[in-house]
């Protein structure tokens, strides 16, 4: 069992196309045995009727004088030939037969025959097999006719060692041909085998960019096949990789700017304390200024908290989702949306259109409601006192249609491909005079996301839209 594990050993640490030669050279060598089998025996037949046609056609032909003249057999070839006569069941032969010196196998063949025709292999004493055939030539006379069968034995034998050699040689040359052919055939793999080492000795940490593919061509389709797949894999490893360090880098810039925005009215605070405590013992009056101060940044940070423990919660894919869905009327949070702005942004009139009345959601009101105030908020930070601002609601197929349309300045093309990133300001300044967290248009996106649904914007100089599409129930 030693060996046999060495062998298996050695053959599965053994090259594919080595393998696959010698898997070849296996199977044609079980081809070659099968076929040499079977046209052995096809020979070794066809030579045995032969044989006995020959045995056959002597018979006949002698018969007729041997029922007449009682003339000597004759004996063709080296064969043996003898007359018998068989009386009692017992085979005499006559004068004049030519027998070998161990005739009784051939006697025993004639008192078997019973008066007719029998075809028999016999073997006699240092002669080797003899084929013989009896044929009655009167009643109780038997011709015997005795062919040996060395002639016949050697031609298969020949035959035999013609074929060994012959399919030895094409075996050996099927091998080869083969290793060539698999060798030329599978260099496309060594070609990517090789690909896949110098992608393992790039540094992905440094640069995440996967710069070489599978090139070349040949192989036939298969291997074309494995090499597209191969490099769209490198494709995707390559985007992913570029995906994770983009997300780190997104990862790195949130941890900075959420640090100093919570820093910003944490400083606040405790300038304002310090100033509480020195107002408190010197100016009395001015306690309630510092108080004020303090209370109102403790709201905007705890503002900034919430929307980031809500976008904590909308990201974490096992977390439970803060989104609590029921059947609303798109009309009534439209409404209220709309009075809300009203009252908190007189400076900017809001038109409030609706498309089509009845539109019913399953979503949930609050953060639905929390999406609209949010767009509603960014436009009038964002928009001179006095423009005008749109809240249209609508259906277009089977989604409900949300637009927040604004006449303002614009938004240019590169701030739009970032406007919805966390903590993004179309102002990269980090003061807080033009308002906002840069979170407000992050927590739309991810809200409307987990509703199902998508926000887009488009812009110009004088007109600016955000929508949002909501899927609508099934009927």
């Not at 006719?145 to 050697?154: G, H, I, N, T, V």
């Not at 609706?354 to 928009?383: E, K, S, Y």
Request: aromatic share 4%; hydrophobic share 40%; charged share 25%.
């Amino acid at each position: 069992m030693t060996w046999i594990r060495r062998w298996y050993g050695a053959w599965r640490r053994s090259r594919l196309g080595t393998r696959l030669a010698l898997g070849l050279g296996v199977l044609a060598l079980v081809v070659f045995a099968v076929v040499g089998t079977v046209m052995v025996g096809i020979m070794h037949g066809y030579l045995a009727r032969r044989l006995d046609e020959q045995l056959t056609k002597s018979q006949v032909s002698q018969v007729p004088s041997l029922r007449d003249a009682h003339n000597a057999p004759e004996s063709a070839y080296s064969w043996y030939s003898a007359v018998y006569d068989v009386r009692d069941g017992v085979a005499t032969p006559r004068e004049g037969s030519r027998l070998p010196a161990d005739s009784k196998p051939l006697a025993r063949v004639v008192e078997q025959t019973g008066g007719g025709e029998l075809l028999r292999t016999v073997s006699l004493r240092d002669q080797g097999e003899y084929r013989v055939r009896t044929c009655q030539v009167d009643q109780g006379v038997v011709l015997v006719s005795a062919a040996p069968q060395d002639d016949l034995d050697r031609t298969v034998r020949q035959l035999v060692m013609v074929e060994v050699v012959a399919f030895l040689l094409a075996l050996a040359l099927l091998v080869a041909l083969g290793r060539l052919v698999l060798h030329r055939g599978l260099r496309p793999l060594s070609t990517m085998a090789g690909t896949a080492h110098d992608i393992a000795s790039h540094d992905l940490t440094a640069n995440s960019d996967l710069p070489v593919r599978a090139t070349g061509d040949g192989g036939g389709a298969e291997v074309q096949e494995l090499r597209s797949a191969f490099n769209k894999m490198l494709a995707h490893i390559d985007s992913s990789l570029a995906a994770r360090t983009e997300a780190n880098e997104r990862l790195r810039r949130f941890v900075a700017d959420a640090s100093h925005e919570l820093r910003t009215p944490l400083t606040s605070i405790r300038g304002y304390s310090e100033l509480f405590r020195y107002a408190a013992a010197n100016e009395p009056a001015e306690r309630e200024a510092h108080l004020a101060k303090i209370r109102e940044e403790t709201t905007r940070m705890s503002v900034l908290v919430d929307d980031l423990l809500l976008l904590a919660r909308l990201d974490a894919r096992d977390a439970e989702t803060p989104v609590r869905a029921e059947r609303v009327e798109l009309a009534d949070l439209v409404n209220a949306a709309g009075d809300a702005f009203r009252a908190g942004r007189p400076d900017h009139p809001l038109t409030v259109d609706f498309g089509q009345p009845g539109i019913a959601l399953d979503a949930d009101p609050v953060r639905l409601r929390q999406v609209l105030d949010n767009l509603l908020a960014n436009t009038a930070v964002h928009t001179p006192a006095g423009t005008p601002v749109t809240l249209a609601a609508g259906v277009e197929g089977r989604e409900a249609v949300i637009r927040v349309i604004d006449t303002g300045p614009g938004i240019a093309p590169e701030d739009r491909e970032k406007i919805f990133d966390r903590f993004y300001r179309v102002d990269t300044s980090r003061t807080r005079q033009a308002g906002g967290t840069g979170l407000g248009l992050s927590v739309v996106q991810s809200l409307v996301a987990a509703h199902g649904g998508t926000v887009g914007v488009t812009s110009e100089p004088g007109r600016t839209v955000f929508t949002v599409r909501l899927p609508l129930p099934a009927p």
